[in-house]
């Protein structure tokens, strides 16, 4: 296939800028980034999908299970206390890194998706009636959608949808008009994950609150790209996924104000979220235990404490600048091919770039990609509405990580160019 | 690449840049829809049959090469096949691309068919293969409730 499908091997990096931030070390923290496909070098795109784990969250989870594994909260014996004092000292790290006022605020969950359903039950079940309104935007990934239909039809309530321009940007004029005396919470993507727009929510928390809405965010798609504040912004829920910024699956966190916390009923029932229970009656447990009923993913926590460590370490300034570099080289490598359209153009965007080629579908792009060794992410990306919207069934989309690299999106480039001739 | 040769032939090219007996039938007397919902490729097929063979079968949608050249080859190798037949070309068809039937040069009935013959060494593109397979075989049985309930 020519010179499209050579291999493409890490040479000079063609980033200009600061050199603090070193690519190529921190390519060697992660071991899948040596792995070969089809023969190639793997060159992985699809960080929005799941990002990749670096080592230190690989060992602390091998180590969990061959010297710590005990359950919490329960033993007196070592083992158990060594257990503990890992998951609790977990969610420390989570606290201060998304700099909650206190770790009782931390709730761990399996996932964001999780995260939001918990608020829609337990939060929005006690508050939300006949008439009232819940308040999402249009470009919403499914599991920031349907907990709330789920909600709006145990209840009565309806839905509302903020709209969007061509670019991806929310029209927030149209959201001021939106926040009524029935809307009873605004839950907004916080980054989108099929266009890449950084939504505004610190206005959008504001307005909000001034009419005396509480917001939630999903901020699963923000996290590995941006430092997130929850005091700073003010936000009264905040929803995360482990896996999407360096660690484990199955583990996620909600943070929620702990006025708010305390006054809700609780999600699910069971073990360690009570303090004591009789066939009469049971007292549930103080946060943030009262959330985490049952033995939770104690080996998945410590992994996304320590996944958080190596996000700081590396310091968000210098993932915000590098990455905005990777996202501009990219944008416009891809905006030289004629027959690329990018779609999603907010003036305000994550390293997220989502495109369609004219007349081949996205999976064909994919699976063509995929044998020059470029994993992409191709079909709707759980966002059907983003997809009607621009009327198309699916996009491709490229999703970069701080440890990708412009000869990566060369690669990319190349893929292209041999889809291109094989449509030809 | 022969990957690309293998999976994009031209053959496969040439359905999905000029689909056969694509659109709508409007004497149809079956029609069922397919949706895969992991990539929301969604395709129609209209059937029209008399005395138990299939005179005319259409689709319409959009979709990806495979799927696209799926339906068009289906189509033109469905014409004036039975009911009975038509199954049992679907049959040997899914077994094929599932990897569960060798290719058999000499089986007339897979040989129009065998630019498909290798979609077993890309799972995830099966379903692109046999979505419209499967809403033929939906739309067979529109066509027998409708006749059932004459």
């Not at chain 1, 799941?50 to 014996?77: A, D, L």
């Not at chain 1, 996290?223 to 997130?228: A, E, F, N, R």
């Not at chain 1, 104690?298 to 310091?315: C, F, Q, R, T």
């Not at chain 2, 189509?75 to 899914?94: N, Q, S, V, Y």
């Amino acid at each position: 296939m020519g010179n499209a499908m050579q291999e493409y091997l890490p040479e000079q990096d063609k980033l200009s800028g600061p050199r603090a931030f070193d690519v190529e070390s921190v390519r060697r923290d992660f071991p899948i980034l040596a792995e070969r496909v089809h023969g190639k070098p793997l060159i992985y795109l699809d960080n929005a999908a799941t990002t990749q784990k670096p080592r230190s969250v690989i060992e602390s989870i091998s180590r969990f299970y061959e010297s710590q594994n005990s359950n919490v909260h329960r033993g007196v014996h070592y083992l158990s206390q060594t257990a503990t004092e890992a998951f609790e000292g977990s969610r420390r790290k989570i606290q201060r890194f998304l700099n909650a006022r206190s770790s009782s605020e931390i709730i761990f969950v399996r996932g964001a998706t999780e995260a939001i359903n918990l608020v829609a039950q337990s939060y929005g079940r006690d508050r939300v009636g006949p008439g009232d309104e819940i308040l999402i935007s249009a470009m919403e990934h499914h599991s920031n959608i349907v907990p709330w239909q789920i909600l709006c039809q145990q209840t009565g309530a309806s839905l509302k949808v903020i709209p969007m321009n061509d670019d991806g940007e929310l029209l927030l004029d149209e959201f001021d008009k939106l926040v009524g005396p029935k809307t009873r919470l605004l839950s907004v993507i916080y980054v989108s994950n099929s266009l890449g727009t950084v939504n505004l929510v610190s206005e959008m928390i504001e307005l909000a609150h001034s009419r005396g809405v509480p917001v939630m965010l999903d901020a699963a798609q923000a996290m590995p790209h941006l430092s997130v504040d929850v005091q700073k912004l003010d936000v009264d829920f905040l929803a995360l996924s482990g896996h999407k910024v360096f660690g484990p699956t199955g583990i996620g966190v909600l943070f929620g104000k702990a006025d708010l916390l305390e006054s809700m009923s609780p999600y699910q029932g069971g073990g360690d979220m009570i303090s004591s229970v009789t066939f009469e009656k049971t007292t549930y447990n103080t946060l943030p235990y009262k959330f985490e009923a049952g033995t939770p993913n104690i080996a998945g926590a410590i992994g996304l404490g320590v996944a958080v460590d190596y996000v700081s370490e590396i310091g968000f300034d210098q993932i915000e600048a590098y990455e905005g570099e990777l996202l501009s080289y990219a944008t416009s490598a891809l905006s030289e091919i004629p027959e690329v359209k990018i779609i999603g153009n907010a003036k305000e965007k994550a390293s997220v770039v989502s495109f369609a080629l004219e007349g081949i579908h996205p999976h064909d792009i994919g699976t063509i990609l995929d044998q020059a060794g470029v994993a992409i992410r191709t079909g709707h990306h759980c966002a059907q509405p983003v997809m009607a919207f621009y009327g198309v069934p699916a996009t491709a989309r490229a999703s970069l990580a701080f440890y990708n690299t412009a000869w990566e999106i060369d690669a990319l480039v190349g893929a292209i160019h041999s889809v291109l001739k094989v449509f030809r | 690449m022969s990957f690309l040769s293998d999976l994009y032939q031209e053959v496969i090219l040439d359905h999905n840049r000029r689909p056969r007996n694509f659109g709508e039938l409007n004497d149809a007397n079956g029609m069922a829809e397919g949706f895969n919902p992991l990539c929301g490729d969604k395709v129609k097929v209209y059937l029209k049959t008399e005395n138990g063979v299939i005179q005319d079968v259409t689709f319409q949608g959009a979709g990806c090469a495979i799927s696209t050249a799926s339906a068009s080859i289906m189509t033109e190798a469905m014409k004036g096949k039975t009911l009975d037949e038509a199954r049992a070309t679907f049959a040997k068809f899914h077994d094929m691309v599932t990897g569960k039937l060798e290719f058999d040069p000499d089986d007339e009935e897979l040989q129009r068919l065998e630019v498909f013959h290798r979609l077993s060494e890309y799972p995830v593109r099966v379903k692109c293969a046999t979505l419209v397979w499967h809403a033929l075989m939906a739309a067979l049985e529109d066509q027998a409730q409708a006749i059932s309930t004459e």
